[in-house]
């Protein structure tokens, strides 16, 4: 069974830096699309940012040049580097990877900004 697993959320306050990592087991990733997602409260889940297997990247407006994803195949990990935190960048974030219709979600782990 596919496995992901999150880590890296918390409290900050703004202005400071927090990094996302998602290990994933039991499949093959280096040939998944890698990606970040968030939902706030109210809101609906929107992606923040993806990475291909050839390590092309895409990101939300809201967080061009501020954030960045990355990937380790070696250690089947994604990243996110989150840098000049915002009290509106509070989220739940979501890894997910998808590969055609192979798609796989992490369980979440929670941002908090504080003003």
């Known amino acids: 069974q596919v496995q992901l697993v999150e880590s890296g959320g918390g409290l900050v306050q703004a202005g400071g830096s927090l990094r996302l990592s998602c290990a994933a087991s039991?499949?093959?990733?280096?040939?998944?699309?890698g990606g970040w997602y968030r939902q706030a409260p109210g809101d609906e889940r929107e992606l923040v940012a993806s990475?291909?297997?050839?390590?092309?990247?895409n990101y939300a407006d809201s967080v061009k040049g501020r954030f960045t994803i990355s990937r380790d195949n070696a250690k089947n990990t994604v990243y996110l580097q989150m840098n000049s935190l915002k009290p509106e960048d509070t989220a739940v974030y979501y890894c997910?990877?998808?590969?055609?219709?192979?798609?796989?979600w992490g369980q979440g782990t929670q941002v908090t900004v504080s003003s």
């Open positions: 997910r990877v998808t590969l055609q219709s192979n798609n796989y």
């Open positions: 990475i291909t297997s050839g390590g092309s990247t």
């Open positions: 039991r499949l093959t990733f280096r040939l998944y699309v």
